[in-house]
């Protein structure tokens, strides 16, 4: 079965730092998608960046970056000069190809409070 | 374009009552999903719903259930409630069944906060 692990639960920073967001998963089938999500205090899960397995190329979006590496497991996030607008809660996601429907595993997300 | 809609915001329901929750995806969207997210257990998936059938079915009993209107809308129930029920309940829609993809990643409501008392 598929799970997805973020060992961070808090990360504190002050503004204009970086953040890096860890993620590590496990499923059995060679096409998935990974997905990072960021919740504010209003609730709504917030889309943020995608990667589908068969694509290892790191990109930056903006003040977002990742960087997917399949041969440990990992897709980590990261949000470079931090702003307190950033302060949430980011869930990182995988969805196997195989499983019917639209069905995400989520980590249990990591809480990121930026200080002015 | 109209986000995914939820309603109703917060609800507040005794142990052993049911209770109705309500979800309106984006235009277009015909696939509904259902996740549950409480502190302890996290975010879970509950439910996926389109074309008014159920596609795929989480790790939850069968007091909680769903479906789908011929709009797309859907609708989630919980009956004989229990203390563990409480949670926020978020909808999300995507554009189309199957696996969640690049090009159609699940779009979210600002979910449901209910609470059992």
């Known amino acids: 079965a598929q799970k997805v692990t973020q060992a961070q639960t808090e990360i504190s920073v002050v503004e204009k730092e970086d953040v890096t967001l860890d993620c590590v998963y496990e499923?059995?089938?060679?096409?998935?998608?990974l997905f990072w999500y960021k919740q504010p205090p209003s609730g709504e899960l917030v889309f943020l960046i995608r990667?589908?397995?068969?694509?290892?190329q790191n990109e930056i979006s903006g003040r977002y970056s990742w960087n997917f590496q399949k041969s440990t497991s990992s897709f980590n996030f990261t949000i470079t000069a931090s702003q307190v607008v950033d302060s949430a809660v980011y869930f990182c996601?995988?969805?196997?190809?195989?499983?019917?429907?639209?069905?995400?595993?989520f980590g249990g997300g990591t809480r990121v409070l930026v200080k002015p | 374009k109209a986000g995914v809609t939820q309603t109703p915001r917060y609800l507040i329901k005794t142990r052993g009552q049911q209770v109705t929750l309500s979800c309106s995806p984006i235009?277009?969207?015909?696939?509904v999903s259902w996740y549950q997210q409480t502190p302890g257990q996290g975010l879970q998936f509950l439910f996926e719903?389109?074309?008014?059938?159920?596609?795929n079915k989480g790790n939850f009993p069968g007091r909680f259930s769903g479906r789908q209107f011929s709009n797309s809308r859907s609708e989630m129930n919980v009956s004989t409630l229990e203390l563990g029920d409480s949670a926020l309940y978020l909808c999300?829609?995507?554009?189309?069944?199957?696996?969640?993809?690049?090009?159609?990643?699940?779009?979210f409501g600002n979910g449901t906060r209910l609470t059992v008392t």
């Open positions: 999300a829609s995507s554009p189309r069944a199957g696996a969640v993809s690049v090009n159609s990643p699940l779009h």
């Open positions: 235009s277009g969207h015909r696939s």
């Open positions: 990667r589908n397995s068969f694509d290892e």
């Open positions: 719903y389109f074309s008014e059938t159920q596609r």
């Open positions: 996601a995988l969805s196997e190809a195989g499983a019917a429907g639209n069905k995400l595993t």
């Open positions: 499923t059995r089938d060679t096409t998935y998608y």
